[in-house]
């Protein structure tokens, strides 16, 4: 069971700022329409692109598939939970909320181009996620949300537009392949009827999960990476509370990486999150418990001098000779 740390006031102050550094209508997505259109989409099938399915469509349990798989998250984020590691569990239940909202933005949009609804948000209604910007922002490690915007041209026979979708996809280093072209052959009563099962999924991740990512102000599938979060806190240098948010949007994009929970609480503690900063190293440690670096942010974040001396200790373990000297001023300032 690892040792939390509890936030000791006066050691705050020598944390240092982190530098990196006619027509239907429809959502919006990347600031613009997704250009979709009910026109007749039963005629020539498009050209093969990267990203398409198989030509025979056999087979068609992909969604089961899916919300197997997503279940099987939700369990594994609830156990984290129970022992305290709530940002591996959000990142989690982010990653599921992009599946399961993409699937279900899919089959809004295919229904509203057989003919349901006077407009798409008449067909999505009060779903938790109505737009695709939404769905990209509640997992950002997850490419589904590109690879169904790419299906859906795809279907409509729009080929650029689904090539440019797909490879956003693809740029994810978790890319995965997907086969749902089958949906577009379903009727519009069995699409209902997974429409059904599958919002009802969406609506119970909603309750458990609030995304904390922000600030994206277009997803051209960079955002995938660390190192594109962190270039973006430069864009908010003068203002710590962004540059937080693009901290933590960079650690849930890779929650494996011990340095990322570093950077963000350094920004949480030069936002004025103190409590956040706490929790973010508490994560990490329980990721990684004999990190260098995290078990000198813990020491500095303590209060008790002996909580202080014990962190240091295990910190002297693997630190760097940057970091020694670093663990040497804070021993010494303790009087250790």
Known sequence: MKKKIKMGVLILAMMVLFSACGAKEEPKSNGESTQISNSDTSGTEPDSISGSSTADDTDTTAHD?????????????????DVG????????????QADISSLRMCIDTILWLMGEGESLSDVIGAAPYPSWEKIIGAGLSNDAPFYFQGLLYEIQGKKEEAEESYQ?????????????YYLRHMSVEELHQLREKVLEMEYDIAEQYTPRTALLKEQTGA????????????????????????????????????????IAATAAINANKPEMACEL??????????????????ALLSVSDDETKAFLEKAKEKADEELKTKIQALSEQIGE
């Open 281 to 298: 190293i508490n994560d990490g440690l329980f990721l990684f418990p004999d990190d260098a670096e995290l078990n000198y942010y813990a």
């Open 85 to 96: 590691n709530v940002l591996t569990a959000e990142y989690l239940r982010g990653y599921v």
């Open 223 to 262: 955002e995938f990476a660390p190192a594109f979060h962190l270039a973006m806190m430069k864009e908010y240098e003068e203002s710590p509370t962004d540059m937080y948010q693009c901290a933590v949007n960079a650690l849930l994009t890779n929650p494996t990486d011990p340095s990322l929970y570093t």
């Open 65 to 81: 598939r899916l919300m197997s798989k997503c279940r099987t998250y939700l369990e594994r984020a609830n156990d984290l939970d």
């Open 168 to 180: 956003k996809a693809a740029m994810n280093p978790g890319h995965e392949e997907r086969d749902f």
